[in-house]
């Protein structure tokens, strides 16, 4: 089959379209066409030698986002079969081989894609939209009415992040520059801040919950949002974790942080799905790209300010 694999960490050249062994299907596990394969921050993060890098073993072959067609199923599975459309974000953290014409993985991580999208703009939710769900839902239990602030809202994250917390009846606060304003009220902001004119923590206060998306990597972003939570509020930081000095800031400050690492979750996907087939929640694609051309992918993604999400172009 055809892949991209890349055999040394390193820049976007070191991905390299080839012919690989097809896998075959395990007991419980589903073998999938793949039709279209998601980009995200940790697949150039990963190729890099950072991210999941300390994880993986060469020739390693990156993506964990993927929609595509059962082509078989191994033993035991009883709920796929054959010609089902599925999509899914396979053995997070661990490799799932996503940018390539076939994976394998259990068939409970997988979940029948929208009806409402194609293979492109479906490759582009499992991680980033849940990322946002168990971000959202799952570890901060947004209630209605709290006020939610999201940083880098204007991302693959970040635009379901919006949906969601808008969905679960939150007061949504979304940080981005300011062209993005606009679109991001569509998708159901309340407030928007142009963190390239102004610091969230200058304007925004009450907060029950912060999803960081940025992190302490990158001015401070983390540490500053514990200055706009309310006594007891929680933020979530999802890209940095948390550090020593952030979890005694937080003490200090009378909040709560907690770090954050996204799971594979078939019946979460199957929820996200009834979402976007009801018209509550959009999928945005920026760029695709075909399949060979994933270190163009790369350096466009690693170069930031993309709206929503890149994808590959695998198969038909």
Same mark, same amino acid.
């Given at each position: 089959?055809?892949?991209?694999? $890349?055999?040394?960490?390193?820049?976007?050249?070191?991905?390299?379209?080839?012919?690989?062994?097809?896998?075959?299907?395990? %007991?419980?596990?589903?073998?999938?066409?793949?039709?279209?394969?998601?980009?995200?921050?940790?697949?150039? &993060?990963?190729?890099?030698?950072?991210?999941?890098?300390?994880?993986?073993?060469?020739?390693?072959?990156?993506?964990?986002?993927?929609?595509?067609?059962?082509?078989?199923?191994?033993?035991?599975?009883?709920?796929?079969?054959?010609?089902?459309?599925?999509?899914?974000?396979?053995?997070?953290?661990?490799?799932?081989?996503?940018?390539?014409?076939?994976?394998?993985?259990?068939?409970?991580?997988?979940?029948?894609? %929208?009806?409402?999208?194609?293979?492109?703009?479906?490759?582009?939710?499992?991680?980033?939209?849940?990322?946002?769900?168990?971000?959202?839902?799952?570890?901060?239990?947004?209630?209605?009415?709290?006020?939610?602030? $999201?940083?880098?809202?204007?991302?693959?994250?970040?635009?379901?992040?919006?949906?969601?917390?808008?969905?679960?009846?939150?007061?949504?606060?979304?940080?981005?520059?300011?062209?993005?304003?606009?679109? =991001? &009220?569509?998708?159901?902001?309340?407030?928007?801040?142009?963190?390239? !004119?102004?610091?969230?923590? +200058?304007?925004?206060?009450?907060?029950?919950?912060?999803?960081? =998306?940025?992190?302490?990597?990158? +001015?401070?972003?983390?540490?500053?949002? =514990? &200055?706009?939570?309310?006594?007891?509020?929680?933020?979530?930081?999802? %890209?940095?974790?948390?550090?020593?000095?952030? !979890?005694?800031?937080?003490?200090?400050?009378?909040?709560?942080?907690? %770090?954050?690492?996204?799971?594979?979750?078939?019946?979460? =996907?199957?929820? $996200?799905?009834?979402?976007?087939?009801?018209?509550?929640?959009?999928?945005?694609?920026?760029?695709?790209?075909?399949?060979?051309?994933?270190?163009?992918?790369? !350096?466009?993604?690693?170069?930031?300010?993309?709206?929503?999400?890149?994808?590959?172009?695998?198969?038909?």
């Amino acid at each position: 089959m055809r892949a991209v694999t $890349i055999r040394e960490f390193g820049g976007p050249e070191v991905l390299t379209a080839e012919q690989v062994a097809r896998p075959e299907p395990l %007991p419980t596990e589903v073998l999938v066409r793949v039709h279209a394969a998601g980009v995200n921050p940790v697949d150039w &993060k990963t190729r890099e030698g950072h991210g999941m890098a300390g994880m993986q073993t060469f020739p390693l072959i990156l993506g964990w986002d993927v929609s595509g067609v059962v082509e078989e199923v191994g033993f035991g599975v009883t709920t796929l079969a054959p010609g089902d459309e599925v999509y899914a974000m396979p053995w997070f953290p661990r490799a799932a081989g996503g940018y390539a014409e076939y994976v394998t993985a259990p068939a409970r991580q997988w979940a029948r894609k %929208p009806v409402s999208l194609d293979h492109v703009h479906a490759a582009a939710v499992p991680l980033a939209a849940l990322t946002a769900w168990q971000a959202l839902v799952d570890t901060a239990k947004v209630q209605p009415g709290q006020r939610v602030l $999201i940083t880098a809202a204007a991302g693959g994250v970040g635009h379901f992040a919006v949906q969601f917390a808008r969905h679960l009846g939150a007061h949504v606060i979304a940080t981005a520059s300011a062209a993005r304003h606009a679109w =991001l &009220k569509e998708l159901g902001a309340d407030e928007t801040i142009d963190y390239t !004119a102004t610091r969230f923590e +200058d304007v925004a206060t009450g907060v029950d919950v912060v999803i960081d =998306l940025v992190g302490d990597a990158q +001015d401070q972003t983390s540490t500053r949002a =514990l &200055k706009v939570l309310r006594p007891g509020g929680l933020l979530v930081a999802v %890209p940095s974790g948390v550090s020593l000095e952030l !979890a005694h800031a937080a003490e200090a400050a009378g909040v709560r942080v907690s %770090p954050f690492l996204v799971e594979p979750d078939g019946a979460a =996907l199957a929820t $996200i799905a009834g979402l976007i087939d009801a018209g509550e929640i959009a999928v945005e694609v920026e760029e695709t790209f075909p399949l060979e051309q994933a270190a163009e992918a790369h !350096a466009r993604g690693s170069a930031g300010r993309t709206r929503g999400k890149l994808v590959l172009a695998v198969t038909e």
